[in-house]
Structure formats: C-alpha cells, structure tokens
C-alpha cells in the first residue's frame, strides 16, 4: 500500500454542549493483510478503539469507506484548524467553542 489512508472527522454542537471526534485509518498488518482502524469519543480524550483485519487492501478500503459514509451522514465532518490533533487536547476544544472546563 503506497497510499496512507487516515482521516479524522468531527461533530461539534456547541448548545449541545457536543464536541466528538471518530478517525477511520488502514494499516498494514504485522501478518499478511491489512486493518481497518476506528476511534471514536469526546474531543480531548483517547476514546475507544475497534480493530477489523482484513486479507486485502480491497476489502479493508472498502470498510474504510462505509464507515466514513456513514459518519458524514450523521454530520462528521473535517475541521482543518484541528486536523493535526485528532485526539484533542483541552487547546482544541476550547477552539471549537468549549467553556474552557
């Protein structure tokens, strides 16, 4: 695989008081295939992990792109002045319009 494939997308509501992040990225497997890379959770925590290994490239791009379709549809989105901190940190929450709690 020449190509990385990682992105990271986020869903702020700031009456809701909602900042979330979910990154979506193929790696190489250790073994032969590849693995499909789902975080997800609040900005300016780890959040949750969920791995998928997949025999192809194929198959794993494939699930890359489901995922990112579906969160797009519930309104993720990219936020280029936070795109080199996927995680967040307290900084970049209070970018997006936090209280600074």
């Known amino acids: ?4 494939f990682d992105i990271c997308i986020y869903k702020v509501n700031t009456v809701a008081r909602m900042a979330r992040f979910y990154r979506v990225a193929i790696e190489p497997s250790l ?3 590849f693995i ?6 609040r ?8 791995e998928q290994h997949f025999k192809s490239e ?7 792109l489901l995922w990112l379709r579906r969160k797009r549809a519930r309104g993720y989105a990219p936020m280029i002045a936070m795109a080199q901190n996927c995680v967040g940190n307290r900084d970049g929450l209070k970018s997006v319009g ?4």
Request: no cysteine; proline share 0%; aromatic share 10%.
């Open 98 to 101: 936090s209280r600074g709690h």
């Open 43 to 50: 900005i300016g925590t780890y959040g949750r992990t969920r």
């Open 31 to 33: 073994l032969d295939g």
């Open 1 to 4: 695989m020449n190509t990385r």
């Open 36 to 41: 499909v890379v789902r975080r997800w959770g």
């Open 58 to 64: 194929r198959d794993a791009m494939v699930e890359f």
